[in-house]
């Protein structure tokens, strides 16, 4: 198929661009660097700067995909809270205007890159996809309004659609020839790359938030699922796909590492010791999150293999250091 990638310059997408070149497909990758350089835009993929916003300009009915797969986008809930306009902007407006273009130029499957942040507090452990959606960031309402959107457009307009909802990807992509594709983002936010950093020396020690708790350890558990695992539930979407249909699924692997089980597996895996800073919660940080990624095990046929903490954490430091 020839598929447009949007954000392929970042953690996932340039992961989900190599598996499906490697699988034959043709990839254009979509991404206005805002949060990434091109390094990690595979070479064997056509790469166009611009905006998702503008995707008509390349989205043509001449330039003939047979899909999109949208994972452009702001990350941070963090800054969705302080900056919500820049969030409603990239990845609401710009999600809009994707569907319009794709409707526009007759091009009828779409896999979207949603969020856990769509649940907010849990109201089930493991979440499932039935359970109720209130996020408390606008990170995740932005990413919710695009869902909803989407679920109109295979309705009236059959869109043959998949929206994944991630939780915690981490580590990295680590291919037979050498190639190693990872998380870098500018402001890094997330657990692992920063206790990474730590270990190495670059930032003095690892900001901690909360140890009371109610979990064996008084940490927050979170479901880390392997980029590598994440990116390969794409493929199977894509084929899974199906006119009219807006599926859903959670991308998880079931059970959660607490915060604690993190560091010590960074002290494990890079022989460093790993000071902690422990700090007060954070509002809006629910004591346990993780997913039942049963639906997409059964209907993908997806099982995700690498599932150790520690091969996870290592695969993150492999590209780390090849980084710095
Ligand atoms: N990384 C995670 O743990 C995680 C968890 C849940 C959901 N997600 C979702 O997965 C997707 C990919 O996440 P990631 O970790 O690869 O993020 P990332 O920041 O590495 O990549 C996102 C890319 O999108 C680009 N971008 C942003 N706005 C754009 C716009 N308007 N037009 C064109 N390009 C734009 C950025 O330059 C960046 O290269 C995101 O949509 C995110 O919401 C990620």
Same mark, same amino acid.
């Given at each position: 198929?020839?598929?447009?990638? !949007?954000?392929? *310059? $970042? %953690?996932? =997408?340039?992961?989900?661009?190599?598996? /499906?070149?490697? #699988? +034959?497909?043709?990839?254009?990758?979509?991404?206005?660097?805002?949060r990434?350089?091109?390094?990690?835009?595979?070479?064997?993929?056509?790469?166009v700067?611009?905006?998702?916003?503008?995707?008509?300009?390349?989205? !043509?009915?001449? *330039? $003939? %995909?047979? =899909?999109?797969l949208?994972?452009?986008? /702001?990350?941070s #809930? +963090?800054?969705?809270?302080?900056?919500?306009?820049?969030?409603?902007?990239?990845?609401?407006?710009?999600?809009?205007?994707?569907?319009?273009?794709?409707?526009?130029?007759?091009?009828?499957?779409?896999?979207?890159?949603?969020?856990? *942040?769509?649940?907010?507090?849990?109201?089930?452990?493991?979440?499932?996809?039935? #359970?109720?959606?209130?996020?408390?960031?606008t990170?995740?309402?932005t990413?919710?309004?695009?869902?909803?959107?989407?679920?109109?457009?295979?309705?009236?307009?059959?869109?043959?659609?998949?929206?994944?909802?991630?939780?915690?990807?981490?580590?990295?992509?680590?291919?037979?020839?050498?190639?190693?594709?990872?998380?870098?983002?500018?402001?890094?936010t997330?657990?692992?790359?920063?206790?990474?950093?730590?270990?190495?020396?670059?930032?003095?020690?690892?900001?901690?938030?909360?140890?009371?708790y109610?979990?064996?350890?008084?940490?927050?558990?979170?479901?880390?699922?392997?980029?590598t695992?994440?990116?390969?539930?794409?493929?199977?979407?894509?084929?899974?796909?199906?006119p009219?249909e807006?599926?859903?699924?959670?991308?998880?692997?079931?059970?959660?590492?607490?915060?604690?089980?993190?560091?010590?597996?960074?002290?494990?895996?890079?022989?460093?010791?790993?000071?902690?800073?422990?700090?007060?919660?954070?509002?809006?940080?629910?004591?346990?999150?993780?997913?039942?990624?049963?639906?997409?095990?059964?209907?993908l046929?997806?099982?995700?293999?690498?599932?150790?903490?520690?091969?996870?954490?290592?695969?993150?430091?492999?590209?780390?250091?090849?980084?710095?």
């Open positions: 198929m020839k598929l447009l990638v !949007t954000g392929g *310059a $970042g %953690f996932v =997408g340039a992961v989900v661009s190599r598996l /499906l070149l490697d #699988a +034959g497909h043709t990839v254009v990758v979509l991404d206005d660097l805002s990434n350089d091109a390094a990690q835009v595979p070479a064997d993929a056509q790469f700067q611009g905006r998702v916003q503008d995707a008509a300009e390349i989205l !043509t009915p001449e *330039a $003939g %995909f047979d =899909g999109v949208h994972f452009a986008g /702001l990350i #809930a +963090g800054e969705s809270m302080s900056l919500p306009e820049l969030h409603w902007e990239a990845n609401t407006r710009a999600g809009l205007n994707l569907i319009d273009a794709m409707r526009a130029a007759g091009v009828r499957r779409l896999i979207f890159s949603s969020t856990a *942040a769509c649940y907010g507090e849990p109201s089930e452990l493991p979440l499932t996809e039935n #359970a109720v959606t209130m996020p408390i960031n990170y995740g309402a990413k919710l309004a695009v869902d909803l959107a989407i679920a109109s457009e295979a309705r009236a307009h059959k869109l043959a659609a998949v929206s994944l909802r991630y939780f915690n990807v981490a580590g990295a992509y680590v291919g037979a020839d050498g190639t190693v594709i990872g998380e870098r983002h500018d402001p890094e997330h657990l692992i790359p920063i206790a990474l950093e730590v270990a190495a020396g670059k930032r003095e020690k690892m900001p901690m938030f909360g140890d009371d109610p979990t064996p350890d008084g940490t927050c558990i979170r479901d880390y699922i392997h980029v695992d994440l990116a390969r539930a794409h493929l199977r979407a894509l084929e899974a796909a199906t009219g807006h599926r859903i699924y959670n991308l998880g692997v079931g059970t959660g590492f607490s915060n604690k089980q993190i560091i010590d597996a960074v002290r494990e895996v890079t022989g460093a010791d790993v000071p902690v800073e422990w700090l007060p919660r954070r509002p809006g940080d629910p004591a346990a999150l993780y997913a039942s990624s049963a639906k997409a095990q059964a209907e046929g997806w099982t995700p293999e690498k599932t150790e903490v520690a091969d996870i954490v290592a695969d993150a430091w492999t590209f780390y250091r090849r980084q710095n």
